[in-house]
Nanobody
Framework: QAQLVESGGGLVEAGGSLRLSCAAS????????MAWYRQAPGKQRELVAS???????NYSDSVKGRFTISRNKAFNEVYLQMNNLEPEDTAIYFC??????????WGQGTQVTVSS
């Protein structure tokens, strides 16, 4: 059973940057995709960015040009570089990993708060 642990959240002023990290408990799970989601208070969880094994990325329109998703070579870690943060980016950010099945794994979430 894969366990995902996120880190890097915190409080930042508008216009600032944060880098989130998500690491699986070990290598060799055979993930085919990893992604970041977020959930703001009173709202549904939404996809922020995703990356597949071949390196193809996908972003929500609200973060295009500001956020960058990347992964390590072993594909058991995924990162989210968030620049030019806005108060609307305030949310709990969750990491998700998928392997064939499909089987999904979720992290516990990390809080990102952007002050105006």
């Amino acid at each position: 059973q894969a366990q995902l642990v996120e880190s890097g959240g915190g409080l930042v002023e508008a216009g600032g940057s944060l880098r989130l990290s998500c690491a699986a408990s070990r290598r060799g799970f055979g993930f085919t995709a990893m992604a970041w989601y977020r959930q703001a208070p009173g709202k549904q969880r939404e996809l922020v960015a995703s990356i597949v094994g071949g390196g193809i990325t996908n972003y929500s329109d609200s973060v295009k040009g500001r956020f960058t998703i990347s992964r390590n070579k072993a594909f058991n870690e995924v990162y989210l570089q968030m620049n030019n943060l806005e108060p609307e980016d305030t949310a709990i950010y969750f990491c998700k990993a998928v392997r064939s099945g499909p089987v999904e794994y979720w992290g516990q979430g990390t809080q990102v708060t952007v002050s105006s």
